[in-house]
């Protein structure tokens, strides 16, 4: 049965007991179903929006080892996702995407992660470079994937447009990039076409109660309003920021949030040319990036407790566009940096009471809440496949894997303007409910259009699939900052 969303909803008119009900549809949410339908479990899972519209397609899509917990001697953290780099190669196929990273330091700047005594001048490009070699030594990388120390005309070969006054030393390491939102809709695919579990967006959570050893769930739909009831033997809770529903929301686990704003230039203003830029220092102590995605740039920061907007909606403030822009300028020659769109995330983070945001760690936390009952907490990207097992085998005792990721050629190959046939296949085949979904994470349409996609809002709305639902998406497209709408 394809991954339908009409299909999906008849599956669940027609089963309503389940081995494992897992409730959200980001990355955790959709790698543990995967790997669950896998082992042969009946799987449900819901989001009460749409799949991976929560940090998974609002993060800066690196996956990554992490060289900036180094500073932070969190190396088993380090170590774990380096490994995990070599595992989803083989698992993601096109959806992982090798990508080199330059790190230049500059006199006076330092790197914001180190201590303080390493920003020195002449300790600083040292300090990083014994990262760098613990890097490569962590991940146990061969030759040619290790890191280089970069000449200064090589750097400006490479990157003519970054500034050459006061570099100091550059180096260049090596981390990998996907596309979040296309890798959550891809695992999910996987699940329902190929291990025939179910997958359904914009179905909320409600209310859990238990009767007779099982969980009574009650289910609302966003989009019509109906009702529905199911029963399932355990739950996996994979809600990101967000509490647990009902009446277990009082034993939901304590999270810090963390937020994150990145803009899309449009093509490649700052002649990064397919290379990533790991920018060392802002003026507030946080690092940023300027990454190739999908022919723009994006650049973007993290580690900010205050987000505009929801938490089901967030969106980059001026204040934090101007903050990009400005450090854009600080370390490349350019002028006028125009922007076609800007996004925000939030990520949950583990509250272990620390004031800031940036030094607690980025491990996960999966925590029982009840008999059969776990939520998963914090996390990143990079670590989905160890914080799915990991929570399974916590339920379950089977063997888990991963499988290899199918299709993910499809989704990626969707063309960033509207068509018919990419939006029929995509309604048949990766669950669009929505205009939005079309436009914001199966395809890149209102991230890289001049008008944000509002012209084929108004075409999409018009497809009978959209016809008696109650959504407003130029509401929802607004909310997010979309700045043209
Ligand atoms: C700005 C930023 C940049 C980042 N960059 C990177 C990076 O480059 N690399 C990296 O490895 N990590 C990165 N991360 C971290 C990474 O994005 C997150 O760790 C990851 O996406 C979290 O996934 P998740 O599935 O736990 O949560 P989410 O993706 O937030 O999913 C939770 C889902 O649960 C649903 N939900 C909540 N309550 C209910 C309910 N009652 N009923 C039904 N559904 C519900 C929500 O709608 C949501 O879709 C970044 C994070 C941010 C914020």
């Given at each position: 049965?394809?991954?339908?969303?009409?299909?999906?909803?008849?599956?669940?008119?027609?089963?309503?007991?389940?081995?494992?009900?897992?409730?959200g549809?980001?990355?955790?949410g959709?790698?543990?179903h995967?790997?669950?339908?896998?082992?042969?479990?009946?799987?449900?899972?819901?989001?009460?929006?749409?799949?991976?519209?929560?940090?998974s397609?609002?993060?800066?899509?690196?996956?990554?080892?992490?060289?900036?917990?180094?500073?932070?001697?969190?190396?088993?953290?380090?170590?774990e996702?380096?490994?995990?780099?070599?595992?989803?190669?083989?698992?993601?196929?096109?959806?992982?995407?090798?990508?080199k990273?330059l790190?230049?330091?500059?006199?006076?700047?330092?790197?914001?992660?180190?201590?303080?005594?390493?920003?020195?001048?002449?300790?600083?490009?040292?300090?990083?470079k014994?990262?760098?070699?613990f890097?490569?030594?962590?991940?146990?990388?061969k030759?040619?994937?290790?890191?280089k120390?970069i000449s200064?005309?090589?750097?400006?070969?490479?990157?003519p447009?970054?500034?050459?006054?006061?570099?100091?030393?550059?180096?260049?390491?090596?981390?990998?990039?996907?596309?979040?939102?296309?890798?959550?809709?891809?695992?999910?695919?996987?699940a329902?076409?190929?291990?025939?579990?179910?997958a359904?967006?914009?179905?909320?959570?409600?209310n859990?109660?238990?009767?007779?050893?099982l969980?009574?769930?009650?289910?609302?739909?966003?989009?019509?309003g109906?009702?529905y009831?199911?029963?399932?033997?355990?739950?996996?809770?994979a809600?990101?920021v967000?509490?647990?529903?009902?009446?277990?929301?009082?034993?939901?686990?304590?999270?810090?949030?963390?937020?994150?704003?990145?803009?899309?230039?449009?093509?490649?203003?700052?002649?990064?040319?397919?290379?990533?830029?790991?920018?060392?220092?802002?003026?507030?102590?946080r690092?940023?990036?300027v990454?190739?995605?999908?022919?723009?740039?994006?650049?973007?920061?993290?580690?900010?407790?205050?987000?505009?907007?929801t938490?089901?909606?967030?969106?980059a403030?001026?204040?934090?566009?101007?903050?990009?822009?400005?450090?854009v300028?600080?370390?490349?020659?350019?002028?006028?940096?125009?922007?076609i769109?800007?996004?925000?995330?939030?990520?949950?983070?583990?509250?272990?009471?620390?004031?800031?945001?940036?030094?607690?760690?980025?491990?996960?936390?999966?925590?029982?809440?009840?008999?059969?009952?776990?939520?998963?907490?914090?996390?990143?990207?990079?670590?989905?496949?160890?914080?799915?097992?990991?929570?399974?085998?916590?339920?379950?005792?089977?063997?888990?894997?991963?499988?290899?990721?199918?299709?993910?050629?499809?989704?990626?190959?969707?063309?960033?303007?509207?068509?018919?046939?990419?939006?029929?296949?995509?309604?048949?085949?990766?669950?669009?409910?929505?205009?939005?979904?079309?436009?914001?994470?199966r395809?890149?349409?209102?991230?890289?259009?001049?008008?944000?996609?509002?012209?084929?809002?108004?075409?999409?709305?018009?497809?009978?699939n959209?016809?008696?639902?109650?959504?407003?998406?130029?509401?929802?497209?607004?909310?997010?900052?979309?700045?043209?709408?």
């Amino acid at each position: 049965m394809t991954f339908s969303r009409n299909n999906q909803i008849d599956k669940l008119k027609k089963n309503d007991e389940y081995d494992l009900l897992i409730i959200g549809g980001g990355i955790v949410g959709a790698a543990t179903h995967t790997i669950a339908s896998n082992a042969g479990l009946n799987v449900l899972l819901v989001d009460k929006n749409d799949f991976a519209s929560g940090a998974s397609s609002r993060s800066t899509k690196l996956l990554h080892g992490g060289i900036r917990y180094l500073p932070q001697l969190q190396f088993s953290l380090v170590k774990e996702s380096l490994n995990e780099q070599k595992i989803l190669k083989k698992r993601l196929g096109s959806l992982y995407r090798p990508l080199k990273l330059l790190a230049p330091i500059y006199i006076d700047d330092g790197f914001a992660d180190l201590p303080k005594i390493f920003q020195k001048n002449f300790i600083a490009p040292f300090a990083f470079k014994v990262g760098l070699l613990f890097y490569d030594f962590l991940g146990r990388r061969k030759k040619a994937e290790k890191h280089k120390n970069i000449s200064k005309n090589d750097t400006f070969d490479l990157f003519p447009k970054l500034k050459k006054v006061n570099l100091n030393k550059s180096f260049i390491f090596q981390d990998a990039q996907t596309d979040d939102s296309k890798l959550v809709l891809s695992l999910l695919r996987t699940a329902v076409e190929i291990n025939d579990s179910t997958a359904i967006n914009y179905l909320n959570v409600k209310n859990i109660s238990q009767k007779n050893k099982l969980y009574e769930i009650d289910l609302f739909c966003e989009l019509t309003g109906i009702e529905y009831s199911v029963s399932a033997r355990k739950i996996i809770a994979a809600s990101g920021v967000h509490n647990l529903p009902g009446d277990y929301k009082k034993m939901s686990t304590k999270l810090k949030m963390s937020g994150g704003a990145h803009l899309v230039l449009k093509g490649d203003p700052l002649e990064i040319n397919n290379n990533g830029v790991f920018l060392p220092k802002t003026e507030d102590d946080r690092v940023m990036f300027v990454l190739p995605w999908n022919g723009n740039t994006i650049v973007g920061t993290t580690d900010v407790e205050k987000f505009s907007g929801t938490k089901d909606n967030p969106h980059a403030s001026k204040e934090e566009i101007d903050y990009l822009i400005r450090h854009v300028k600080k370390y490349f020659d350019i002028e006028n940096l125009e922007y076609i769109s800007s996004w925000s995330g939030i990520r949950a983070l583990i509250d272990d009471k620390d004031n800031s945001t940036k030094k607690i760690m980025r491990g996960h936390i999966i925590e029982e809440i009840d008999k059969n009952f776990i939520q998963i907490a914090g996390g990143k990207l990079t670590g989905f496949r160890i914080i799915a097992i990991e929570a399974l085998r916590q339920l379950f005792n089977k063997k888990f894997e991963l499988q290899d990721i199918e299709y993910e050629d499809q989704i990626i190959n969707y063309q960033n303007y509207y068509n018919l046939s990419d939006l029929e296949h995509s309604i048949k085949h990766y669950c669009v409910a929505t205009p939005v979904d079309y436009l914001l994470r199966r395809t890149n349409i209102s991230w890289f259009s001049e008008d944000n996609g509002k012209v084929a809002v108004k075409e999409i709305e018009n497809h009978t699939n959209f016809q008696n639902i109650n959504f407003d998406s130029f509401d929802y497209l607004k909310k997010e900052g979309l700045k043209n709408i």
